[in-house]
């Protein structure tokens, strides 16, 4: 509070001294990042595109002017507000009833398109800029959540949607219409075996491969192009595998982390029977992700433990020391944002969204959610960074997916 507020001169009708604020300053540069990238005074963003576009003699890099505009603007901006996507109804047309999204993620080149699965089973891909639908794949009947999604790199129109009824199918959306009227043909999807009580599909990076787990100790293997399950590896933890992820540049090498606290590293050229490596939490993990570059892992164990781990050997690089709740129920999970500098955070029991610098561990900033009316429930079902865009994210509350906006226009910076 003072450190935000230096001209404060009384506090809880005490004063407050030269001491107090020299103090608080030194507790908040010790936790908090003033601005991104440890800038320390505002600048113009006016003043950063017109150094860019003369090219001054000190021959900065386009990733320097990025950043300093991210910073730029993230100063110039007031705190972010909660802006809901728009995208209730326009789907269905004469069907009065909402969509409600439970998981989603960026679309790996095209940086205005996302999917997002429901709760009701459906797979719907929108313009998140323009809120527009541009594909919509109805659910084939049974009582299913969509918890699964991942898109193929080297196709850029296909991805693959795993439910937790076991359903696993791989859609191209060129084929798929953006209403609900629209036939639904057979070859816009291709059907893979089941894999029972899902929670997570990844593909590898040559979008040959991909991996499902689940409320089980197992993970299985896929082949894309003939659509068989190739392997089946048993008991590779102790207790249910939450979540499976491949390296974004090895395409042979995943991880898995475990309600049993446990985070392993594996290579497909070793056939797995024993893990690269284990990392352990002190409670149980709740996801795990490479980040952009490959160089460490990001581990979210319940009720706040993130750490930042070398991926090479599992050796830990960084602790975010996020202070825990006491609730073995606030499950938490973090990904890396655009490149591997920043991680939001967030937790199913808590009203704010943390992002942290990922190379000190400072916080850049704690954004408060607030609920609609009184007693309202306010959680996390799902979060992820734009990959496109500096310090920009967005998050699934209250099943509709929500930007947080420091500028009106539905992102984060």
Not at 65 to 77: C, D, Q, T, V
Not at 196 to 217: I, K, P, W
């Amino acid at each position: 509070m003072i450190a935000s507020f230096p001209k404060l001169n009384v506090l809880d009708n005490l004063p407050i001294g030269k001491m107090d604020n020299e103090r608080a300053k030194d507790i908040f540069t010790s936790h908090f990042e003033y601005l991104p990238y440890n800038r320390h005074s505002k600048e113009s963003v006016v003043s950063v595109l017109k150094q860019r576009e003369i090219r001054t003699k000190s021959r900065k890099s386009q990733n320097f002017y990025s950043r300093s505009l991210s910073a730029a603007k993230m100063g110039s901006s007031a705190w972010p507000t909660l802006h809901p996507l728009s995208i209730t109804g326009s789907v269905l047309r004469d069907e009065r009833r909402n969509l409600r999204p439970r998981q989603f993620e960026y679309h790996p080149s095209d940086s205005s398109l996302m999917v997002f699965g429901t709760l009701d089973g459906e797979v719907v891909v929108i313009n998140h800029e323009s809120e527009k639908i541009v594909s919509y794949i109805p659910s084939l009947g049974a009582l299913n959540s969509v918890l699964g999604l991942c898109w193929l790199k080297k196709y850029p129109s296909k991805l693959i949607a795993g439910s937790d009824n076991g359903s696993l199918r791989l859609y191209d959306i060129q084929h798929m219409p953006a209403t609900s009227r629209g036939t639904h043909h057979n070859r816009g999807s291709v059907n893979f075996d089941d894999f029972d009580q899902l929670t997570s599909v990844h593909v590898n990076s040559m979008d040959e491969l991909f991996v499902a787990s689940g409320y089980s100790r197992n993970v299985a293997l896929y082949d894309i192009s003939s659509g068989r399950c190739l392997q089946v590896f048993d008991n590779m933890h102790r207790e249910h595998i939450n979540v499976v992820k491949f390296s974004n540049h090895n395409p042979s090498v995943f991880a898995t982390s475990s309600f049993d606290k446990d985070v392993k590293l594996w290579d497909l050229r070793k056939k797995p029977n024993q893990p690269c490596y284990t990392a352990s939490s002190s409670r149980g993990n709740v996801m795990v992700c490479f980040s952009p570059d490959d160089h460490y892992l990001l581990v979210s164990a319940v009720d706040n433990e993130v750490k930042q781990l070398l991926a090479v050997d599992g050796r830990l690089h960084l602790d975010f020391g996020i202070a825990s709740t006491g609730s073995s129920q606030n499950y938490s999970r973090s990904y890396y944002m655009s490149g591997r500098d920043y991680v939001i955070s967030g937790s199913c029991d808590e009203h704010v969204v943390r992002i942290c610098c990922a190379n000190t561990g400072r916080r850049l900033r704690d954004v408060s959610l607030e609920g609609k009316g009184a007693g309202a429930s306010m959680f996390v079902q799902s979060l992820r960074g734009d990959p496109f865009r500096v310090i920009c994210c967005e998050l699934i509350l209250f099943n509709v997916i929500i930007s947080l906006d420091h500028y009106n226009r539905g992102f984060l910076f």
